[in-house]
């Protein structure tokens, strides 16, 4: 039953029936002008105020107070139902609602599977079909959590969905299923919005240099680990974009919006971007349908007289971000990006811009979206259609018609497949033995994705190796292969899988974990190449084992069989020299058996520590392995995605406890308590007497690890003599035209490429790798390989680039020099990485140079 309607002024659609402008006061939102309507509200129906006890825009509203108002609105409106779908890494619960009319809620199982023939049973649905049909929308806000208004503008559509009356909005409810995720990072929020209001007095100031305005390091942007989540749509390494990758795949959207904020002193952006930085795997229907969309966003923002453009910046590029994974779904998905006041207001190129303004335009583009589906609705569910009835014809026409993974290194490539199969690819154990490059492939030993399959698009993309592109300047990063990242072998298959394709596989879990050769009497012997090994290890460490480090190759006896272990075993003595000290053997056993089932790692039991050829267990080449305590730099300056990217390795993954050390505190601290520090890239590590302080820690036994622009620093600072050479880009622009320098320099840069590597496999920081890697490379500085004999762990070949950009000039430049550099200083050692090591978490491949340097820093 309604009750007397409370008019409101707002305005849903752009291009709608005359309207008449009302007063501000009349908004549940403070605005500096009119704003058009053309609906009334409930007046049962809470508002926003009522629910969170402030005007949306008159302060910085929290997670938990925007989840307490959808939970709220869907108590009261037989319009909204409101889901959780994850819970962020500091316990926050995300939420989504899904809005429509009362009828389509009443029959809504029934419209997702009518939905779900679109991409399942395409050339079964007729247009006649589509007419019938409400197109998904799906409408993401502040991915980074301090970028705010977008989450407030969420609050004021639901309200607007929930309570609005009208012909308008009835009309949109009847032919769309609108999903609100209002928070898409809630910890980042969190940590912003504690900022702002927390700094702020009862008169909010415009000035930028006011605390207010400028959040400590490493600011809200971030997930809790420091994570970039809207990069995490492709790999899926966390669980805010797992949850949100659920009910994308649950609803199979047509249309995503994504909603950002930008520098204060630009204007509105929405797309298309920059048409020449298109993904060349993306229908040419997506870029038609945002051309005919942006006409909506233009016409709802000139009628409130906000500045805006398209087509300068940005692009539809990398598929992990959020404006440009549905395009590889059979979706559109649609960039907004707002000036950011940050604060309440703040003074700008353009003049004073309020926290409010920003959340109109939000809002204004939020209403121009839905009336744009209401209007293309059926536009966009043919080409949703259409994008999957093409998926045959896309798959013939590529040469492989399988992928087949290797199983060599089982946990990254289940960890692989896994993320794949999160994005609906299907993928199959390997049924019949098969002979492919040289390599017999065994059932049980190997994966089959075939390429015939619904996201055929979606797996070339994540699959592909690309080396040539259309233009030189990215966005983002140039490649994301799958393979590359995760370092795994993956064969192409050219014939019809059919007869290799056994049965499908359910959602993968890890597993392959094994005792071989029951109880030891003696020692176990763990093989160092599954990824979760260091996992193992450290439990080991800290039940107090002390574990030796095998440095050269050996054969023994395991049940009677000789087996060969390579370098980089780890051997766990059931009684050590300090018996007392040492857990019982019974202890053991039970340990040996918790890191089978619960790391995945294969161990051997050993009987006697004579080996059957090479070193005996006790020889001088084993080294007793330290328990690593770890510390990290970090403060301002540094990449807080460096170090969330180490941070998350060793605590989520590893379940190692890290120390976070600011740098401004590096030369007073108490270094003694750590034996290893990791120091990553961005800036500075701290002055003179930090450089002189760590040194000196190096050589009392420390192992300092230093990735990426950190290796600047340390050589800047000589705690270790060795040449990073810059890349000299002065010739690119010498006598070139003003407007074309900022196009030549960003040609020169590297945004983000998979080189290879050569490795010293028979060096401690190489044990578990193979003689080559892919290493993920940002920027073009250059590491000279060192003199020191023994100390180049990996350097480059001359033809390095296996996928991505990068100018002929870097590679010439690159080629040659080194990569990782290990080198011993008094009784500890120093390592310098160039590259980076666990980019995004799903570079899995080379993460082990990583923890063989903090677990085996000291054994060279």
């Given at each position: 039953m309604f009750t007397t309607p409370r008019c409101v002024s707002l305005a849903i659609l752009a291009g709608s029936l005359p309207l008449s402008p009302a007063s501000s006061q009349d908004l549940p939102f403070p605005l500096a002008h009119e704003f058009e309507v053309n609906v009334t509200y409930r007046a049962d129906m809470p508002t926003p105020q009522e629910v969170i006890g402030h005007r949306i825009g008159t302060?910085?509203?929290?997670?938990?107070?925007?989840?307490?108002y959808f939970q709220t609105l869907a108590q009261a409106s037989d319009r909204v139902i409101v889901r959780q779908h994850a819970t962020s890494h500091e316990g926050r619960p995300l939420v989504h609602a899904i809005v429509t009319s009362p009828a389509n809620q009443a029959r809504l199982e029934d419209l997702r599977r009518q939905l779900h023939r679109l991409s399942d049973d395409p050339e079964a649905v007729t247009d006649d079909d589509l007419a019938g049909l409400p197109a998904v929308v799906y409408m993401g806000y502040s991915i980074h959590g301090?970028?705010?208004?977008?989450?407030?503008?969420?609050?004021?559509?639901?309200?607007?969905?929930a309570a609005g009356q009208g012909p308008d909005v009835e009309a949109l409810l009847d032919s769309a299923i609108v999903i609100v995720d209002p928070s898409?990072?809630?910890?980042?929020?969190?940590?912003?919005?504690?900022?702002?209001?927390?700094?702020?007095?009862?008169?909010?100031?415009?000035?930028?240099?006011?605390?207010?305005?400028n959040e400590p390091w490493p600011g809200g942007r971030t997930n809790h680990y420091w994570f970039d989540l809207n990069r995490d749509w492709l790999p899926a390494q966390h669980p805010e974009s797992r949850g949100r990758l659920e009910?994308?795949?649950?609803?199979r959207p047509q249309l995503l919006t994504d909603f950002h904020e930008m520098s204060g002193d630009a204007t509105y952006f929405f797309q298309p971007g920059i048409p020449s930085r298109n993904n060349p795997n993306t229908p040419q229907q997506v870029f038609e349908l945002t051309g005919r969309l942006a006409q909506y966003h233009a016409r709802r923002l000139d009628r409130i007289g906000s500045l805006y453009y398209t087509k300068e910046s940005f692009d539809d590029f990398y598929y992990g971000k959020g404006s440009t994974y549905p395009d590889v779904n059979g979706a559109v998905g649609i960039l907004f990006e707002q000036a950011s006041s940050r604060a309440l207001e703040r003074n700008t190129d353009h003049g004073k811009l309020s926290y409010s303004q920003s959340i109109v335009n939000q809002f204004a583009a939020s209403l121009s979206t839905?009336?744009?589906?209401?209007?293309?609705?059926?536009?966009?569910?043919?080409?949703?259609?259409?994008?999957?009835?093409?998926?045959?014809?896309v798959a013939a026409a590529l040469p492989t018609k399988a992928y087949l993974v290797s199983l060599q290194h089982r946990t990254r490539a289940q960890a692989m497949v896994r993320t794949l199969q999160r994005h609906r690819i299907q993928a199959y154990q390997l049924a019949q033995p098969v002979r492919i490059d040289g390599v017999d492939l065994e059932p049980g030993t190997a994966y089959v994705i075939p390429v015939d399959q619904p996201q055929v698009r979606f797996l070339e993309a994540a699959m592909e190796r690309v080396t040539s592109f259309s233009d030189s300047l990215f966005y983002d990063v140039s490649t994301w292969s799958f393979p590359l990242a995760f370092g795994v072998e993956v064969y192409h298959y050219g014939s019809?899988?059919?007869?290799?394709?056994?049965e499908p596989l359910d959602t993968i879990g890890y597993d392959g974990g094994e005792i071989v050769g029951g109880q030891a009497e003696y020692a176990y012997v763990m093989e160092w190449d599954r990824f979760l090994a260091p996992r193992a290890l450290y439990r080991a460490l800290q039940a107090g084992v002390r574990p030796l480090l095998a440095r050269k190759p050996f054969t023994a006896d395991v049940a009677g069989a000789a087996t060969p272990f390579r370098r980089g075993a780890v051997i766990f003595p059931l009684k050590g020299r300090d018996a007392e000290s040492s857990p019982p053997a019974e202890e053991i056993h039970d340990l040996v058996r918790l890191m089978a089932d619960e790391d995945h790692v294969i161990i051997h039991a050993l009987n006697t520590g004579l080996s059957l050829a090479g070193p005996d267990l006790g020889g001088s080449s084993t080294r007793v392995i330290p328990l690593p305590r770890v510390a990290i730099v970090t403060g301002s300056g540094i990449s807080a995605y460096e170090v969330g990217e180490v941070w998350h390795l060793l605590s989520h993954r590893l379940r190692m406890p890290v120390s976070l050390i600011d740098h401004e505190r590096l030369g007073r601290i108490d270094l003694s308590r750590y034996n290893r520090l990791v120091l990553v890239g961005g800036g500075t590590a701290g002055d003179s007497v930090a450089a002189a302080k760590v040194s000196t820690w190096?050589?009392?036994?420390?192992?300092?690890?230093?990735?990426?622009?950190?290796?600047?620093?340390?050589l800047d600072h000589d705690i270790v003599d060795e040449e990073l050479r810059p890349t000299d880009d002065s010739t690119a622009t010498t006598g070139i035209p003003y407007a074309d320098v900022s196009a030549r320099r960003g040609a020169r840069a590297v945004g983000g490429a998979a080189l290879a590597v050569t490795v010293d496999t028979t060096h401690p920081l190489a044990f578990g790798t193979g003689a080559h890697v892919a290493l993920f490379r940002r920027g073009t500085a250059v590491l000279e390989l060192s003199d020191t004999p023994g100390a180049n762990v990996a350097r480059y070949p001359a033809e390095p680039l296996l996928s991505g950009y990068v100018s002929q000039e870097n590679l010439a430049d690159i080629g040659g020099s080194a990569a990782i550099i290990a080198?011993?200083?008094?009784?500890?050692?120093?390592?310098?990485?160039?590259?980076?090591?666990?980019?995004?978490?799903?570079?899995?491949?080379?993460?082990?140079?990583?923890?063989?340097?903090?677990f085996f820093g000291n054994a060279f």
């Open positions: 302060r910085h509203t929290r997670p938990d107070q925007l989840v307490d301090n970028e705010a208004s977008g989450s407030e503008a969420a609050i004021l559509l639901l309200y607007h969905l898409l990072n809630p910890d980042g929020r969190s940590r912003f919005v504690e900022w702002v209001n927390g700094q702020r007095g009862d008169v909010a100031t415009s000035d930028a240099q006011d605390r207010e305005h009910v994308f795949h649950n609803w839905l009336a744009g589906v209401r209007d293309m609705r059926v536009d966009f569910l043919r080409m949703q259609r259409d994008f999957y009835r093409s998926a045959p014809e019809d899988p059919a007869r290799l394709m056994g190096v050589e009392d036994g420390g192992v300092l690890i230093a990735q990426h622009g950190a290796v600047d620093w340390v080198r011993r200083k008094g009784r500890g050692a120093v390592v310098l990485v160039q590259d980076i090591l666990n980019f995004r978490a799903f570079w899995y491949g080379s993460s082990r140079f990583l923890t063989n340097a903090l």
